[in-house]
């Protein structure tokens, strides 16, 4: 009886390993399985998107404005930026200049070379295309100048109407005015030459040669502030608000001490200034658009600042 108990306990046992074994085996099958799939599965989708991949490589190089539209990547406006951009910057000649001064490549597509350069002791020279671009650094700081004068004309030549123009880089420490002609053909503005002058052969020259120093002696500067100066300004706390009043010569100079000076720039559409005796200087902030208006005029036989606005 006990061999027999011994033989049935044996008997189980090895049925039972005989089962686990066919269990681990059957186990094993299905991750081997498994992983077969797996592996099938992730090879197959990566060559399907290896061949995905390399036929938008192809479409995209061989794909043109229509087919770049029917796929919906860009809209009409994009497509068409490049000429919209254009007309609309060629029609005012200063839209145009900021987007020349600040574009290298505009500014050789834009430019006649051989550019000549008339100089001031009535030689030539040539500005080479590559260092076009360093010409225009004066026009890279935090405002510009453009002078106006209410007895000045222009010829019947409105902005928009014009097709000449010259950017003037105005050099008050050593008296040089430097001319960037630029004249409108074909609906394209293009600078066409440049001409250096001195100060004293300019139209301009009183009132340069009274600006000049007004920047470089403090003393010349005071006794030139009209004892009474009319001002117009911003509220403070309410820019849609406006101050009108006077304010003396010391009260100026505390609130306004940071005048043009330096290098000035001004834009000129054929106008003169011959016998100008009221000068508009305005000061334009590059990127803000402030703007500052520093009214001077001939006052007892000599220039004096009148006014101010902001």
């Avoid at 190089?61 to 254009?86: F, I, M, P, R, W």
């Amino acid at each position: 009886m006990l061999y027999s108990n011994k033989y049935v306990l044996l008997y189980c046992c090895t049925a039972t390993h005989a089962n686990n074994m066919k269990i681990i085996n059957l186990n094993l099958f299905l991750v081997i399985l498994l992983l077969i799939i797996l592996f099938t599965s992730c090879v197959f989708r990566d060559t399907g998107k290896d061949k995905v991949d390399a036929g938008m490589d192809v479409n995209i190089q061989k794909s043109d404005s229509s087919s770049v539209k029917g796929a919906v990547l860009v809209t009409d406006d994009e497509l068409n930026a490049y000429t919209l951009n254009n007309e609309r910057i060629d029609r005012i000649f200063e839209d145009f200049l900021f987007f020349y001064i600040s574009d290298p490549g505009l500014q050789v597509e834009r430019t006649v070379f051989p550019l000549r350069v008339f100089n001031t002791d009535n030689s030539e020279t040539e500005i080479n295309p590559s260092l076009l671009n360093s010409e225009f650094i004066f026009m890279t700081g935090d405002y510009i100048t453009k002078i106006h004068s209410s007895s000045s004309k222009s010829e019947n030549c409105e902005p928009e109407n014009c097709s000449s123009a010259t950017l003037q880089k105005i050099n008050l420490l050593n008296s040089q005015i430097t001319n960037y002609n630029f004249a409108k053909k074909n609906e394209e503005w293009r600078l066409i030459s440049v001409s250096k002058k001195s100060v004293s052969e300019s139209d301009l020259n009183r009132f340069l040669t009274f600006y000049a120093h007004f920047t470089q002696n403090e003393e010349f500067r005071y006794k030139s502030l009209k004892p009474s100066i009319q001002v117009s300004m911003m509220e403070p706390d309410d820019e849609s608000q406006t101050i009108e009043g006077f304010i003396s010569r010391d009260q100026f100079l505390t609130m306004c001490n940071d005048i043009p000076s330096g290098t000035i720039t001004n834009i000129r559409y054929n106008q003169t200034y011959s016998a100008t005796t009221n000068i508009t200087l305005e000061k334009i902030g590059i990127g803000n658009g402030m703007k500052e208006m520093f009214h001077f005029s001939i006052i007892n036989n000599r220039w004096q600042l009148s006014g101010y606005e902001n």
